[in-house]
């Protein structure tokens, strides 16, 4: 499986959001940074530290002109109940069948028990400027993210 790395570009996908609508990448596209998180599972102690600490950073992230983006394999209807109980601003894709998992070549299972944790940013071209991945310093995902992207806009 290939995985995606710094200067690929962010490949086309469409999944559910936690809202139940079609999210396709193709509307953000040229419009915003891409900060693009693949996490475990809705609920687990370190993804909710993760997804909470991107949600505290939401203001800063938007100053940055970059949306974010959570995807894991769980329902819809399981990121649904995840962003409202977290209080979660921004989009939640539901990967039921692990196909984007696969398309960013994102590991499935590490020790064939928990998904992988990886995050990229990429540029408002979709070009990936940079990757992180971890499956224990979950709030340095958000971090790392962060930098780059103000770092981006420093350089235009």
């Keep these: ?39 475990p599972q809705d609920g687990s102690l370190n993804c909710t530290r993760e ?26 209807e399981s990121h649904k109940e995840f962003a409202d109980k977290n209080r979660l601003n921004y989009i939640l894709l539901s990967d039921t069948g692990n196909s984007v998992r696969k398309l960013f070549g994102v590991p499935g299972k590490i020790f064939g028990l928990i998904p992988g944790r990886v995050t990229y940013v990429a540029d408002r071209s979709a070009r990936v400027v940079y990757v992180f991945e971890s ?6 995902h958000a971090d790392e993210a962060l930098k780059i992207c103000l770092l981006l806009k420093k350089t235009g």
């Design 51 to 76: 997804a909470c600490y991107f949600r505290d950073l939401s203001d800063v992230f938007d100053e940055a002109d970059a949306v974010v983006i959570g995807i894991s394999g769980q329902s819809v």
């Design 1 to 39: 499986m290939k995985r995606i790395q710094i200067g690929d570009m962010i490949p086309e996908f469409s999944l559910y959001d936690q809202h139940g609508s079609i999210f396709n990448i193709n509307s953000v596209i040229g419009r915003k940074k891409l900060v693009i998180f693949f996490y």
């Design 135 to 140: 499956q224990k310093e979950v709030q340095r």
